[in-house]
């Protein structure tokens, strides 16, 4: 059973364009860059200061726990000297509904709010941050409910069944296309009269770049982002949020017997999913939540409902695959220049990108993703070209120094080795399991390989090794489900340093305790 639906890279891009009004007349006229920010705190100057990384949060409590508030007290208990927090995206479980933005991102991060000692109050779409919260879109944060499971949740089920798939947050509203994340977050330019706009461009874009005027994100009055990816200078680093939900289309399948093969063994695997499908589905039937044991087996049901359809997403994306236009090349082109631009200021100490596909991971069901290795060639060609234009300015220094994603239900630091193009020598890190289940390593373990085709034939090496893996592991009494975030320390000199502590926290024989691990210089 299909319970999401996604809409297209077109469609994403296009409806976000016309919700913050992208190249609007007015905004033109005024040289204003609807993709850059400036984080106005009073301290954006000084070079030494610390940030957390967050990702794939947006979901309930549990029965008798609450994962996601309690990650959220172990920032709050680690991180009272943060300036900011970056949000690698899946803010919203299961499809981005703004039902659950009150329960799943407005009450846990409440003391992050102002006005949050009565979160009760705060509408989603009005929010402001004391302490910012820089979020990126998750696929999550797309989805939508199709009608007919709106109306039914599938014509043989019956209404018990119906309402535990709300208790699972599902909700009756789904995203809207991104809408709810768009009203939560993005300066929401769409809602403000012509008559208005100006006004609001003269107040609230005035901040000053290199080159342009842009959007003032001021803590504790003014907290909007500019665009669905944008970018800003903080302490001499230069940070790029990213939308890689309109650059993970899988690349088309071959038009050989090779590629005829591989589209069998696709169409193979998605007919044994469905079937796994129903048969967890008979499995969901009998539960009854409101029985504590049960309840836990209700979860992790819940849990692999929510990994099959994953699966099932990507092997739909591989299936339909035929061509490279469904690529925002826009968006690459924007990382591309301003990459270019960042290494010729010499003001820039260091640059940090997040998204929230990872490129490089070892999480056992997104490792080899066609949606994985689609973000990792288009931000390798990105950075290719980088490289191209730089010539020696890099000085053998890798062209980014840390790249931030989710998705992956853990947390995994990961460097690559020699890959034969500009992505070497990287940092990857991934926070992705700061609230919702969180999931395992694959079997084959932390080093990647990876396939390369050339005039002279077929290659296989490696290309990266995972340094660090925080996730579910063990089984019965030694299972261990460990939810985590990220604190980052920034050194000043140049170039700069990066010091990773990995916040965990896990809980055991009913208490929660923090497994927060020693900090290290990546």
Partial sequence: MKFISEPTILVKIEKMKQRVRWKHSSILQQGIDQTCMVIDDGRQEIPEFSFMVMGDTGTKSYPGHHPQREVAKMMLNHGDDSRFVLHTGDVIYMVGSREYYPSNFIEPYREFLVGGDRPEDIAYNQMVFKLPILPVLGNHDYYDVPLLYRLLTGSTLPLRRMLRYKDIEIGWHGSNQGD????????????????DLENHLNQYYTARTDTDRC??????????????????????????????NTFNTPAPLPNNQAGDNFRQELTKRRQEIDAEELQMLAEFDKLNPDNPDEAELLAELVAKLDQINEVKIDIEKQLESHT????????????????????????????????????????????????????????????????????????????????????????????????????????YIISG????????????????????????????????????????????FEKRKPYSCVRMDVKGGFPAKFIMTPLVTELVEGKWCDRSLKPFII
């Avoid at 709810?180 to 008559?195: H, K, N, Q, V």
């Avoid at 990459?339 to 997104?366: D, M």
């Avoid at 005039?455 to 290309?463: D, E, Q, T």
Wanted: charge should be positive; charged fraction near 20%.
């Fill in 180 to 195: 709810a994340y768009a009203r939560a977050f993005l300066d929401y330019l769409a809602e403000i009269s012509p008559a």
């Fill in 433 to 476: 399991g700061s609230g919702h289940r969180p999931r395992r390593q694959r079997p084959q373990g932390g080093e990647l390989l990876e396939t390369f085709s050339s005039n002279i034939g077929v290659s296989i090496r490696k290309v990266a090794d995972s340094l660090l893996y925080v996730g579910r592991s063990g089984s019965g």
């Fill in 324 to 427: 490279d236009t469904n690529v925002d090349f826009e968006q690459l082109a924007w990382l591309r220049d301003r990459l270019i631009a960042s290494w010729q200021n010499p003001a820039v100490r260091g640059r940090i990108i997040f998204c929230h596909h990872p490129p490089y991971v070892t999480e056992g069901s997104k490792w080899n993703q066609g949606q994985t290795l689609a973000v990792r060639h288009r931000l390798r060609g990105v950075l290719d070209e980088v490289a191209k234009t730089l010539g020696n300015i890099t000085q053998n220094r890798p062209l980014v120094d840390v790249v931030f994603s989710g998705h992956a239900h853990c947390l995994e630091h990961l460097r690559t080795v020699d890959t034969g193009h500009a992505d070497a020598h990287i940092n």
């Fill in 215 to 244: 959007l003032r994100y001021q803590p504790g009055n003014f907290t909007r982002l500019p665009n669905r990816y944008y970018n800003f200078r903080y302490g001499g680093i230069d940070f790029f949020a990213l939308d890689s």
